[in-house]
């Protein structure tokens, strides 16, 4: 599986989409990262994109985002195929303090800081579906 590498700037740009900026979200997406466009939306549980990375040979980025929801199986599937960078960046994500060490230990900080915004977004979320006072848009 070819798996796409991404200059720095461009994990640093996807780390403040996923952190809220609508903007850089955009310039992802209309400037030749569709897919880490549609990572922030599948991040944010919309079945629509999570099925775009599936169907447009994007599967390592939808188990990365399994992976971050705890799902073990995806966790592996990363590792079965040699994504340990990324299976290392899901499971930091997931509050593994001993990934994010890793990361941080392999001077990953891009990675790194990717892992944590991608945290930050996924306990937001979860706070919200455990708080019964919250009314979903959707």
């Not at 796409?4 to 952190?19: F, G, H, L, N, T």
């Not at 990363?78 to 960078?85: M, N, R």
């Amino acid at each position: 599986m070819a798996v796409r590498e991404y200059p720095s700037k461009v994990i640093i740009a996807w780390a403040e989409a996923i952190d809220g900026n609508v903007a850089i979200r955009d310039w992802l997406m209309a400037n030749g990262y569709p897919e880490l466009g549609l990572f922030v939306f599948a991040l944010h549980l919309k079945k629509d994109a999570r099925q775009w990375l599936m169907d447009n040979g994007f599967p390592h980025l939808m188990a990365t985002i399994e992976c971050t929801e705890g799902r073990e199986q995806a966790c592996q599937w990363l590792q079965k195929y040699d994504l340990i960078l990324l299976e290392k960046v899901a499971r930091a994500a997931d509050n593994d303090e001993h990934s994010a060490q890793w990361l941080m230990d392999r001077n990953f900080q891009d990675m790194l800081r990717l892992a944590v915004r991608i945290r930050k977004l996924k306990n937001e979320i979860q706070s919200r579906h455990d708080d019964m006072h919250f009314i979903s848009p959707e």
